[in-house]
């Protein structure tokens, strides 16, 4: 299983502090349950929206298929260099 | 909490003392808080009391509107301040008739004598006119040898040969003018006619004269008609009537044209003061009426306003009091007690009005306290129904009010604030459109206010304007989960530096064209990109076959919750009523079958994402033999089991065919109890009720002593009170509704599920196409080299930003929009929202104003 901890951390924290700390620094006024229920709401549905972007590229079924031109360029961009071959 | 449930209303009689009552009700629509109800509904229009007053207000307006028209027409700007004047007294309404009478007569006499004027201007302009071309006309007479001359007495050569004869003095001759095209049927008119012996010259008026009736600009000419004797003249004149020339007195005499022409230019120099001073006169009026004349707008409305709400009234016996009755949120009590105060105080009057509350069975209008961010929202909700009313009649059966269907209840506003941006932003999800969207949301937001008293009069505008709160979070979200897509106009960020790498050598790679990287060696670093897709698979060839796998399991996700958070607030409405027999005998089946169905399937896709991967030497949880989620499901509904190859296993975990049975029959039994129980458990408790209410009857009867009466009583008794024609519902019927409604969700869950799929088919559909637009068009200004380059890149950057603002986020949001209205309204609201009331529509002179100001532009 390739989880890293410091993603799965800090995005549920992120979200966590809209969505459940959020509510309750709302100030007080007439739309204070409308403003929580939109803060609960975006926290949760974000935070989900990202962990199912995150499990579905957890373990990966099929790797990518790039044309060679691709594949080139990637290895002299990304740092790291084609070895020159067998 | 006021967008949760709609405002408690209550129905109050109000009693007006009659001399109070104008400016009670002026009061009243400043605060626009009551929605009064017609108590004489079968009087019709012309009947009722104040329609006189109504009528003159009628006048009153039309005469305003004239006023207007005018102002207009001069181009005079109408001073608006945006004050807000108060209804004026009745007997104020005099004056203002009288001051909009004595400016209409006055402008309309203003406007008879310009008119007058302009004609008589026009006269002598004509006159003019002929007098300076006849001139040549008779020089060349006179002249009698030039080359034109012969040139036309050669086509006549009759009219020649007299004039040899008698000389020229004999020639009679007619001057007027005529519209220009009229000119050419004229001619052949006269020739005819006259069979050719007149001759006619014409010239043209250079400038346009103004023709006073209509005061268009018309092109006319000058024409002369020379004939002999009196037949043909008679004749001519006819022909001249009959194509409306105008025919003006010219004299034969050279110098008495001369002292003619003379005396026409002095008359029209006198014309043109006396015009320019009714001119300025007119525009005086007009100045002074555009001072005042958006002021006199709002008073005439609005007393014409009051005088139609008191027609809704009835008056008591004694004529001395009307009596109104009206639907009130019971928060705003205190204030129309206040504003009633007020009012009374300004009309001297010394009975104070009073304002008694009344228990109704009736289901009151449905009244949601807005502000400007939430209304957008409500009004998507208000546009599939007005939620009913919140509160139950009291004295009712709950289980039986439900089955009223009259109970629903809640507000989805407040939860669709973010649902909606939210399942947008999934079809939409792009960063650089979302941007788009968000920036000229968030412009429309904060020019708000200039923007807001503009009051630019286009539906479009209002629209984007009126949606600015929704769609500055649409855009907000679609940034959100385009940086989930990884998606910028097609591109990818590659913020924390891609999880994979190419581990091919060069031989290899200068071999072969495309190459797949796999994830169980060096390519992949074993972990996920941290924030959203991997910028690889942007550039991937068989990106599809990942985001189709990946998408539609998100759309099943975020639609199996959805509609899970909808059978839940269906059970914070059953609370709310405390309506147990409907959480017992409905939400409870209805969560089982939702949970053990579908948010199973849901469950298996996560199972699948976490035990399954390319990165292990075990087959069976390997690529191979990763099982598809949809097939497991059918297989499951079916009681089949899977047909996996050898080295796999049959079972994505131990225990899994058990499970899925178990689910599966449990879910299934849920159907019969959704379908029967509660219609079960009303007939039973029908019938330990039933002995009591005949017990009631034959009492009655016998109290009277008349069995023969005893029809009738329960007649009466039925009528009176509404509540009791629901108690009397027919079993079979609620049976019916309970089918239904069963059917309704059981089928609905299945399809439903599947609706949300086109969260899916349109996030693909609009990342395909912002891809084919970057590749088609921008591409193609990307790839210049020289200096040129950089003017096609500026005409095809301009090109794609043209097609990208209309095509991707204008009529890809449209689509988007209109699709997650439908998840919302079908899938989503049909769990728990009926949507049955009927909204709220105070009296209010803000709202009068303002739709009157609307048709005013129409």
Redesign the interface.
Known sequence: ????V??LA??TVIWAIVGIVGPFVVPKG??R??TR??LI??GV??W???L?????????????????H???L??RE?G?P????? | ????RSEDMALCQLFLQSEAAYSCVSELGELGLLQFRDLNPDVNAFQRKFVNEVRRCDEMERKLRYLEKEIRKDGIPMLDTGENPEAPQPREMIDLEATFEKLENELREVNQNAEALKRNYLELTELKHILRKTQVFFDEQEGGSSATESMTRALIPDDSIARQAAGPVQLGFVAGVILRERIPPFERMLWRACRGNVFLRQAEIETPLEDPATSDQVHKSVFIIFFQGDQLKSRVKKICEGFRATLYPCPEAPSDRREMAMGVMTRIEDLNTVLNQTQDHRHRVLAAAAKNITNWFIKVRKIKAIYHTLNLFNLDVTQKCLIAECWVPTEDLEQIQLALRRGTERSGSSVPPILNRMDTLENPPTYN?T?K??SGFQHLVDAYGVASYREANPGMYNEIKFLSFLTLILLTA??T???FP?LFA?MFGDLGHGILMASFAAYLVIKERTLGAKKIQSDVWNIFFGGRYIILLMGLFSM??GM?YNDVFSKSLNIF??N???????????N????????NST??F?????????P??Q?????I??LN??KM??SI??GV?HMLFGVLLSLWNHVYFRDRLAIMCEFIPQIIFMCFLFLYMVLLM?IK???????TIDVKAG?YC?PSILITFINMVLFKSSKNPDVCDDWMYAGQGFLQKLLVVIALLCVPVMLLAKPIMIMRARKQHQPLMNAGHTNNAAENGDAGYQLDDSMQQVQPVPAHHDEEEDITEIFIHQGIHTIEYVLGSVSHTASYLRLWALSLAHAQLSEVLWNMVLRNGLTWTDWTGGIVLWAIFGFWAMLTVSILVLMEGLSAFLHTLRLHWVEFQSKFYHGLGYSFTPFSFKTILDQAATNAEE
């Open positions: 299983m390739g989880v890293e410091w993603p800090v995005f007439p739309n349950g409308v229920v939109a709401l975006t549905t974000c989900l929206f990202w199912c972007c995150y499990m579905a590229q957890m373990n990966p079924l099929i790797g990518p298929r790039l044309s060679n691709t594949l080139l990637i290895a990304w790291n084609i070895s020159a071959g067998h | 909490m006021s967008l949760f306290k502000n961010f939430t407040p939860y604030i973010i649902t939210f999934v959100y989960t989930m530096g891609s994979w790498r190419n581990n091919y050598d060069e031989s290899t790679l200068m072969s064209k495309a190459l797949q990287l796999d994830p390519a992949y074993k972990y996920p990109y941290p924030f959203g897709l991997d690889i698979w550039v991937a060839e068989n990106k076959i990942f796998s990946y399991k998100i996700i975020f919750f996560f994402w976490v035990n399954y991967s390319a990165d690529p990763a």
